[in-house]
């Protein structure tokens, strides 16, 4: 924990207090106690969903580049990383699960371009967003700008990543020859991977309304979801946490004509169920690991790179 951090922590918690205060809270917490508890545990699983979808992920395109993490190592490990993927911003915690498997080189490789593959899906769903609702013209030169910065951040990769690490780990055009290697074939199935689990992302929220007694216009909602997770990550703030909720309950109110309590109550929900599974995911995880792999993670710090 430093300094910068610590000031994402708080400038996270502000926005959630202005969150918290924006809608009426008593009444969205009313509204979050009289869920149907049923279809409440059915959107938590379609986060479990969301992980095996992410492991399977992980597995192929690291397959691809001839590392082979086995599914159902790739899988629980990416059970035992899903809580650090929502703490922490840009849910770059998620790649603590290049430390469990040899080959670390290459396997950061496979989590910077799921990285790539998912906020590509979301700025392109943003744009669409942005002619959907007819409105914030400017947001899409703001979207634009974001997007060239981050294709020339792209091509600067192996410098990024050198600067982060205070060493030269990785060598010029490092990734982009890695990339070379990847057939059409496993390229294909990695984008229709990214697509079903961002589908299913989504989809949760969609779920997690229904047990509110919302039925809600899922292509509205989907589209509303992934600007507010887009811009969450931007903001930098733990997971997105407050800066995702506001602008998710702000979309709902503007353009859905859901009350603020209701929308809130949505936005609350889903940030419940989705700390609870991850929790138990990552707990379920470990546990599994070290049965199946106590032997192997032993070994871990004597890994080749």
Do not use: C
Not at 33 to 51: C, E, G, K, N, R
Not at 110 to 131: P, Y
Not at 215 to 235: E, H, K, P, R
Not at 244 to 263: D, E, K, N, P, Y
């Amino acid at each position: 924990m430093n300094k910068k951090n610590w000031i994402q922590i708080i400038v996270g918690v502000i926005i959630l207090a202005v969150f918290l205060k924006l809608i009426n809270l008593a009444d969205s917490l009313h509204i979050v106690s009289q869920a149907i508890w049923p279809i409440f545990v059915i959107a938590m699983l379609t986060s479990v969903v969301t992980q095996v979808l992410r492991g399977l992920r992980f597995y192929h395109i690291s397959r691809s580049i001839n590392v082979d993490t086995g599914i159902k190592k790739s899988i629980l490990v990416q059970f035992m990383t899903s809580l650090a993927g929502i703490a922490t911003p840009a849910k770059i915690g998620e790649g603590g699960k290049i430390l469990f498997f040899k080959n670390k080189n290459k396997l950061t490789f496979s989590f910077i371009l799921e990285k790539i593959a998912d906020f590509s899906l979301q700025f392109l769903i943003g744009f669409l967003a942005i002619f959907t609702f007819q409105i914030y013209v400017d947001l899409f030169y703001f979207v634009l700008v974001l997007f060239i910065i981050g294709i020339i951040a792209l091509f600067k990769i192996d410098k990024i990543l050198n600067f982060v690490l205070r060493k030269n780990e990785f060598e010029k055009g490092w990734f982009f020859n890695i990339l070379k290697g990847i057939n059409k074939k496993s390229f294909l199935i990695f984008s229709v991977l990214t697509f079903l689990l961002w589908f299913n992302i989504n989809l949760s929220v969609w779920v997690y309304a229904l047990s509110l007694g919302l039925v809600l216009d899922m292509f509205l909602l989907f589209q509303i979801f992934t600007v507010s997770n887009l811009m969450g990550t931007i903001s930098g703030t733990p997971g997105g946490i407050g800066s995702t909720q506001i602008v998710f309950t702000f979309m709902m109110v503007t353009f859905m004509g859901v009350s603020s309590s209701l929308a809130g109550a949505v936005a609350i929900i889903s940030v419940i169920g989705i700390y609870i599974i991850y929790t138990i995911l990552t707990l379920i995880g470990f546990l599994l690991y070290r049965r199946f792999f106590k032997k192997q993670d032993s070994a871990l710090p004597g890994n080749n790179k």
